[in-house]
């Protein structure tokens, strides 16, 4: 016969492991090292992440003018940036706005050229009430609207939402000055997009495409239309 291993009892007879067969218990709240492949999977999808924002910026449309860099959101006015530019330096107002920014190695001046009622400007700056879609309770619905329509909205079709306004009723292009500052010397229009830069608002003003007119220059306040809601900077 076998000799019987000896085992304790707990009170009300529920037996215990003895020291001779330790078990160990694991239920699914046991915790543990994050796996590789998770890790791994991370690294490739933050590495992706940063690769594809680096493309996205290499064959944006910009263009240096007088020291001023311009990017337009409408591929025709490309070809503008200089007249847009030639433009602002002869409005003695805007002109002025642009003396105002010091130049140094460290810094640069971006000009976006939009359609005036370009739903998504204030992502750029702040450039009034109606372009604050978040305060409005609109910033789904517009942003669906602009993703499924975005060729209507760049040609005006799609004007913003109590705006009645034919195609070509726009005035012309609603030029936006930010001053872009970095710790490190930006050497090319396409450093004005690095993640620890700062992209401060200066002004903006509108120009009538027949005879490049410049309107009222209007100061921009800091920061962007969105206030404190995170925004892509591209």
């Known amino acids: 016969m076998r000799p019987s291993r000896a085992r304790g009892r707990l009170p009300g007879g529920a037996r215990c492991a003895t020291a001779q067969s330790p078990r160990r218990e694991q239920g699914p709240h046991t915790t543990g090292c994050p796996p590789a492949k998770l890790i791994t999977l991370l690294g490739l999808a933050a590495g992706l992440g940063f690769g594809l924002r680096r493309y996205t910026i290499d064959r944006l449309p910009l263009a240096t003018a007088d020291g001023i860099d311009v990017l337009s959101i409408l591929p025709a006015d490309r070809a503008l940036a200089p007249r847009f530019v030639e433009a602002l330096r002869r409005d003695s107002a805007a002109n002025a706005a642009l003396e105002s920014i010091r130049a140094t190695p460290e810094s640069r001046i971006l000009a976006y050229v939009v359609p005036v009622n370009y739903v998504m400007q204030g992502m750029i700056a702040d450039t009034g009430e109606r372009w604050r879609l978040f305060r409005t309770h609109r910033t789904l619905a517009n942003i669906t609207d602009y993703v499924l329509h975005p060729i209507g909205h760049l040609s005006h079709e799609h004007a913003h939402p109590g705006m009645a306004m034919s195609p070509g009723a726009m005035p012309g292009r609603r030029i936006i000055v930010l001053e872009v ?44 239309g969105w206030g404190s809601v995170p925004t892509p900077m591209f």
């Open 181 to 224: 500052v970095s710790r490190r010397p930006l050497l090319s229009p396409r450093g004005d997009f690095g993640i620890d830069d700062r992209r401060n608002p200066r002004f903006f003003a509108d120009v009538t495409l027949h005879d490049l007119h410049v309107g009222p220059v209007h100061t921009l306040p800091a920061g962007t």
